[in-house]
């Protein structure tokens, strides 16, 4: 995965922009894959783990309303991670990942279910989220969301 990270990096120096994320089902791996690839500190702006869903609202700034009418692993969520991993961190972008890693569905959300959310450096307006199905155990599902960010963002990116 280096050499998609060490595109995506040199992509965003290139157009002088940073990343942040904000991440509940990755619970900072998603951070941590861009930060193992050397010169990843002139671009990543840094994380929040936001695992517990109150932390969604406290650190991300995600809507309270929205957690508690449709939960934590929603579409409108991965959007709002975003918008807030970019604007707190003070970033050109937000990547924010909810989803279920399993074994277990949780809010009767299937496992493999994963939003990913990206906010752009044109203001809150410009994001999008991109939902997938992953496959396979807790382990495979959060390192293919990883993989699956990564590659959204650097198609967002060129």
């Known amino acids: 995965m280096s050499a998609a990270v060490a ?7 290139a157009r002088g ?56 692993v929603q579409p409108e969520v991965a959007a709002q991670l975003a918008v807030g991993a970019r604007d707190r961190c003070g970033a050109s972008w937000g990547i924010g990942l909810t989803g279920v890693a399993g074994p277990d569905p949780q809010d009767g959300v299937e496992p493999g279910t994963v939003h990913l959310g990206f906010a ?8 999008t989220v991109h939902t997938v199905r992953l496959g396979g155990d807790r382990s495979t599902i959060r390192a293919a969301a990883v993989r699956v960010a990564l590659e959204h963002l650097t198609a967002l990116v060129r």
């Open 17 to 72: 922009e940073t990343v942040a994320t904000a991440e509940s089902l990755t619970a900072g791996l998603l951070a941590a894959t861009l930060t193992e690839e050397p010169g990843a500190s002139a671009v990543v702006r840094g994380g929040l783990i936001v695992y517990a869903t109150d932390l969604k609202s406290e650190l991300a700034g995600v809507d309270e309303e929205l957690l508690v009418t449709g939960g934590a």
């Open 7 to 13: 595109e995506l990096l040199d992509l965003l120096r």
């Open 120 to 127: 752009g450096p044109d203001g809150p307006a410009v994001r």
